[in-house]
Nanobody
C-alpha cells in the first residue's frame, strides 16, 4: 500500500500561521518531487507549492512570500509552513508525490493524500 498522510490543518485567524505535514507510508521506498495543492468549494484544484528531490522550489504567485515548502528526504516527509494566512487561503490542502517507487519496485506516476482542511476565520 502506498499512501500519503497529511496533518496540521485546522482553524486559524487571518494573519495567523499553520504548518502542514505529509508523511509517506513505509511501503514507499523513494519518491521524487513532492508538493501541496489546494481546492476550495467551486474552484479547481491548484498547485500551491512544489519541491524537487534536490530541494528546488516553486510557488504559486498567490502564496509566494507567505508559504514555505520543505522536505526531509530521509523520512519521506514534506512540510508546508503557511504564514500571514488570508481569507482566500481556506481550502482542502492535498499532499502529492511524483515518481513514487514502492518496496516491490513498482513505479507510480502520482500518489495523493486524502487532504487536510484549512479554515481561516476570525
Amino acid at each position: 500500500q502506498v499512501q500519503l498522510v497529511e496533518s496540521g490543518g485546522g482553524l486559524v485567524q487571518p494573519g495567523g500561521s499553520l504548518r502542514l505535514s505529509c508523511v509517506a507510508s513505509d511501503s514507499i521506498l523513494g519518491l521524487n518531487a513532492m508538493g501541496w495543492s489546494r481546492q476550495a468549494p467551486g474552484k479547481e484544484r491548484e498547485l500551491v507549492a512544489r519541491i524537487s528531490s534536490g530541494g528546488s522550489t516553486n510557488y504559486a504567485d498567490s502564496v509566494k512570500g507567505r508559504f514555505t515548502i520543505s522536505r526531509d528526504n530521509a523520512k519521506n516527509t514534506v512540510y508546508l509552513q503557511m504564514n500571514s494566512l488570508k481569507p482566500e487561503d481556506p481550502a482542502v490542502y492535498y499532499c502529492n508525490a511524483g515518481g513514487v517507487l514502492d518496496r516491490a519496485y513498482r513505479m507510480y506516476a502520482e500518489v495523493w493524500g486524502q487532504g487536510t482542511l484549512v479554515t481561516v476565520s476570525s
